[in-house]
């Protein structure tokens, strides 16, 4: 284990030093890159303890878990690279994608909320082509971009019947921009201007959550959730520009502590996103995953799968990750750092994406 | 262990912190992985121009910038100046507290700057006359055609003058000296005439007040240009005498005579108006072009290239460096003859080319009747980014009276060939769905 540690965090530290994107390209003809709503810890276990994980955004009734003011936060930088088959790019990003605040207010209620991305828009495409114009061939690249997110407000509650029993519910503020540019660059800039369009596109919605968390037998949890959402509003300069269902998201999971050094979890979800617009896929997904070692200082693994909503052709796209990472605790339990790596492979439609993530997670329990 | 376990967390965390620099840039694999729609671009040419005009008399002969010598194509032009009096008086040595009169005046030396000339031009022969003391601005090239057949001082050949050595003839002390040594193509010249006592004829009556005339004539391409006091270049006249100097007789240069008048006279007339669009010639005419640009390309579109075409009625006569040039101004108020150009930080100062957003140039050889096609791209831009100015240009020549031609163009009246806007933009583009 104490070798595991040195090895993640070199990797973490020359990889920062290059170049990924958590925004996928399979998101760029839907309504985005669906959000991974789990903490560092979570996601590092592939997101299987996500439902059961108070500082994560996915199930409500985890907040019951938590028995004091808890603050928490993720990062992640992302390399990536992308391959159509013909060429290849590499592309990096880096993300705050999600802050998180709970605590109890007594009588086994538990108040949280925070923020966390629910899409992902971010993306810059450069299509080099020809075009005739009065009468000769001029050579032009297009650039389409969107920088930004759609976000998720939450505020939340869990109540916790017993410490076999606890559900929760939340009400999600669906809002966020993006700023959008499309420019023409034209090779021969002595006789054309270049055109750049650059407007700012808003988003609105709301959406509501139910999840309940128990424990029939001791060291057995199991979790339900499901999540609904109206519909998003996209407007520029004012103007309603779209307006897309958004899916109805029903997941389970099951977590076993084996020993108290060992713990392990499952989890299941689906969430029907072709209500979303025509093409769109339904999604699947899974994850399994552990952790291992004192609570103090543990090593984590995880794999994860599914679909994408969002891609070309008849299937939808396909995602596998492989995560781990580990935790340290400081101050007597006050600070937490995870420190975490994914490694996510997506594709379909003749594109694959090869991403590592590197994942900062900093949680404050003052 | 426990420090080294910190340090390492530490160098995860700044490492995260450090790779929070993007680059999302990837090659579109389109339409598949692209966003929805496409950027387009929309080629047309639209015969906006809502109302051009014509403009007659900015500049007059005696207010430009040069005086036009011209004796080629049937066209004749002469320049025409008036020199003032010069008290025949100096202060002998510097120490002197007053001044004498000369024993007699002994010669003059006329420099005349041509700014513009046709290097092709052989035997280049400048002939001075002199004209009566009331040539004036109502002066016609009729008045002067006594004169100008009877009253030739002395001609100077200025191509053999500067084949000489140094450029200096030693037997007349004529001489020509090229001005500007940074231009390769050579054309301004000094032409340095020398006149005897005879030639300059100080008439003591008029304390030396002259005024001459100037020919030219050449093998061909005879034409050039002459600098004018307005153009910071006029014709320098200096009287020489000689001077009682304790009973030796002296040389001493007592005066340079005051420019009271430079012009030109010439035979052909001054541009006239008629259905067609009017640029150029003397005394100067200027056109204005409204456009009337339509709102879907004004407020939605990104022009990319805007060209002017103009077409000529006819073309341009005269020697071949004769070609006029032309300053297409975007107009910052549109008061008909009156409007002016629009300026940087309304300065008032109209901007000269590089600058495209306030101006162009364009050029017309001689003897081309092919349409003149001009950029105009920014100033069209312009009046995207400010929908209240006047979307309109004016076309005028450089330098104005520059040249005896004046160029007509169609205008909107003749359907066929009238001016017209060839435009390239590109629509707005749709981002979508939210895509």
Known sequence: MRRVVPVLLVALVTAAAGAAAQDSQFGIRGL????????????????????????????????????????AATEFASYRSVDDGTTSSALRSARFPMLTVAGPVGGGLVIGGGFSTFLYRSY?????????????????????????????????????????????????????????????????????????????ESYDGVGFSLSVLAAPIPGLRVAAFMRTDSRLRSEIAGFQNAENDLPTTLGGAIQWSVTPEVRLAGSLSHADWS?????????????????????????????????????????????????????????????IVDLGIEHLRRSGGGLTEADWSFLVGITVRP | MRLGRRTLFALGIAGALAACTEDATAPGKCPAFCPGGQLSVVDTILNIISRDSSYLGYVVPESASVMLAVNTAGLDSRPVFVLGPVPNRVAVLSTDTTTDTSVSVDSA???????????????????????????????????????????????MNVDSVAALPGGVDSATGDSVIFTDLTDSSRVPIRVVMHLDAAQANYVEADSGRSAFGVRIS???????????????????????????????????????????????????????????????????????LRFALPRAIRDSAQVVRATLTLIPVAPLTGATSDSMLVLIYRVGSDFGAKSVCASVSGSGVCPFPPDSAYVVEGSVPIGSTDTLATEVTEMVRAWQADTTAPQALMIRQLPEAGTLNFLRLYSTRATAFRPALHITYVPRFSFGNPR
């Open chain 2, 109 to 155: 030396i006329l420099s005349l700057n041509i700014t513009h000339r046709d290097t092709v031009a052989t035997n280049l022969r400048v002939s001075l006359y002199r004209l009566p003391l009331s040539v004036g601005p109502t002066t016609t090239f009729a008045d002067l055609t006594g004169p100008f057949t009877d009253s030739l001082i002395r001609t």
């Open chain 1, 124 to 200: 810059d495409v450069e299509v080099p082509s020809t075009v005739v114009i009065r009468g000769d061939s001029q050579a032009i690249v297009d650039h389409l971009s969107s920088n930004g997110a759609v976000t998720d407000l939450r505020l939340a509650a869990a109540w916790r019947f017993s410490p076999r029993l606890s559900v929760g519910a939340g009400f999600h503020i669906l809002t966020g921009s993006s700023t959008l540019n499309a420019i023409r660059l034209f090779a021969d800039s002595a006789q054309y201007v270049n055109a750049t369009q650059t407007d700012q």
């Open chain 2, 218 to 288: 050449a093998d061909s391409l005879a034409s050039v240009a002459i600098g004018t006091v307005t153009g910071g270049a006029g014709p320098i006249f200096t009287w020489w005498g000689s001077f009682d100097s304790s009973g030796t007789t002296v040389p001493r240069a007592f005066g340079t005579a005051i420019n009271e008048f430079n012009s030109f006279v010439s035979n052909t007339g001054a541009p006239t108006l008629d259905s067609n669009l009017v640029v150029g010639g003397v005394p100067a005419a200027r056109s204005i």
């Open chain 1, 32 to 71: 985005g890159s669906p959000g991974n709503f789990a903490s560092v810890r979570a996601w590092t276990t592939g997101g299987a303890f996500a439902p059961f994980d108070g500082t994560s955004a996915l199930a409500d009734a985890a907040l019951g878990d938590i028995t004091r003011l808890t603050a």
């Open chain 1, 275 to 335: 209500v979303s617009e025509a093409g769109a896929f339904n999604t699947t997904s899974w994850a399994v995953g552990g952790e291992f070692g004192r609570a103090a200082f543990p090593v984590r693994l995880g794999l994860r799968g599914g679909q994408l909503p969002f891609g070309t052709g008849p299937a939808a796209p396909t995602e596998f990750g492989v995560s781990a990472g580990t935790g340290f605790v400081f101050s007597q339990g006050r600070g």
